[in-house]
């Protein structure tokens, strides 16, 4: 019988924001299940709650990273718990706005850009020190496969997630010399109540019907189909452990290959 490898060294820390539903909630999980301590934070209380009675192994937060002084309570509370972090994993984001260039609201683009980029700026330049504390770690961040292709109608959503390349290697060069790996996941459409949101608000844009645009979907990807909080999950889980040790500056696709977004509907 083949022996389990530890994936981790005991009493490794983990952040996840966004951290108590959808994807957010399965890579706290995969990593509670591989015996890290976690740590989440969310916007919502009800969802927080919930996390918590369902994971009482854990910890979370109440915080909205697009605030920076919920961001300083966040790691506050973080240090009462731990003192120290070895994994951080950027997750919080919102979809934004579905909208032509010419119909989109300053306001829908500020909100976007805000969450999407701005958080994740507030929340890893206070998790920087506590990483080089601890001797290294490792940054996630969960970008897009729009950061990859474009994605038309979603445009702060894409300059957002563009720029988290552009930091992911940025820091990854940065904070190599501090044994600090950054690399960033660019899912593809993920199965769940967002994306289904997001087809129905661009397919009455479109004039089409959900159904449709799903299958236009599921078409522009290799594989045919959309994929799991699972498998985003699993790769956070190699590229934070011991499996990943010398990966860094990387944005890794998780799409089932997907190279037709720019297919424009008329």
């Known amino acids: 019988m083949s022996q389990k490898i530890a994936v981790f060294e005991a009493g490794q820390v983990a952040l996840v924001t966004a951290g108590a539903s959808g994807i957010g909630r399965c890579i706290a999980e995969t990593l509670l299940a591989h ?3 976690v740590h989440v934070c969310d916007v919502s209380q009800a969802a927080l709650d919930q996390f918590l ?13 697009s605030d920076p002084i919920q961001v300083q309570a966040l790691f506050d509370d973080l240090a009462s718990h731990y003192g120290l972090l070895n994994i951080l994993v950027n997750n919080a984001g919102i979809a934004g706005p579905t909208a032509r260039i010419e119909d989109m609201q300053i306001d829908e683009w500020d909100r976007t850009v805000s969450v999407d980029l701005n958080g994740q700026f507030y929340v890893t330049r206070l998790a920087v020190p506590l990483l080089k504390q601890a001797g290294g770690g490792s940054i996630i961040n969960i970008s897009s496969n729009a950061a990859l292709f474009g994605f038309p109608l979603r445009s702060p959503y894409t300059a957002s997630k563009w720029a988290m390349i552009g930091l992911t290697k940025t820091w990854a ?3 190599g010399e501090s044994n600090i790996r950054v690399n960033a996941l660019c899912p593809g459409s993920v199965n769940g109540p967002r994306i289904e949101s997001v087809i129905s608000t661009e397919a009455q844009e479109r ?3 959900p159904e ?7 078409r522009q990807s290799s594989l045919r189909r ?21 990966i860094s500056g990387q944005a890794i696709g998780i799409d089932g290959h997907t190279e037709g977004l720019s297919n424009w509907l008329n």
């Open 207 to 209: 004039g089409m019907c």
């Open 173 to 175: 060069m940065e904070l």
């Open 53 to 65: 009675l369902d994971n009482p192994q854990a910890s979370g937060s109440l915080a909205d990273v």
């Open 35 to 37: 015996e890290c301590q």
């Open 212 to 218: 449709s645009l799903r299958d236009v979907y599921q």
């Open 226 to 246: 959309f994929v799991d909080a699972q498998d985003i999950a699993d790769m956070a889980l190699f590229l934070s452990s011991n499996m990943g040790a010398t």
